[in-house]
């Protein structure tokens, strides 16, 4: 599984590794059940991620106040020049639906892991 394996790569990054859920954010993945953080997770993703063009590219994905922005940094799926480096997915394109999938499927297994 490939998403594995990049966990596993980035678990190797003092910076990517020293990211964690609260146990706010526990709580609130455990109060709204984990298809409804998917659905954010598409959400945010379609939204800040997906256009070819971010005029705020690097800045565009909040440091807290969600389980999914934490597991965007920790994941390095919280900007292009990231999701270059760590996932081989260039940018100057609109993300596929394949592309999406992946990325929201990899925060969903980062965030799987941060709660139990």
């Not at 959400?43 to 070819?52: E, H, S």
């Not at 940094?73 to 940018?91: D, P």
Request: aromatic content about 10%; glycine content about 4%; some cysteine.
């Amino acid at each position: 599984m490939p998403e594995e394996k990049v966990l596993e790569a980035l678990s190797k990054s003092k910076f990517r590794s020293s990211k964690h859920l609260t146990l706010k954010d526990i709580n609130y993945v455990k109060e709204k059940g984990f298809k409804t953080i998917e659905e954010h997770a598409y959400q945010f993703i379609n939204k800040r991620l997906k256009p070819a063009y971010i005029a705020n590219d690097g800045k565009q994905t909040p440091w807290r106040g969600h389980p999914v922005f934490v597991a965007q940094h920790a994941t390095a799926t919280c900007c292009r020049k990231c999701l270059a480096k760590w996932h081989k997915i260039e940018g100057n394109k609109d993300l596929s639906q394949e592309e999406v999938d992946y990325i929201v499927r990899v925060i969903m297994l980062w965030i799987r892991k941060e709660v139990k």
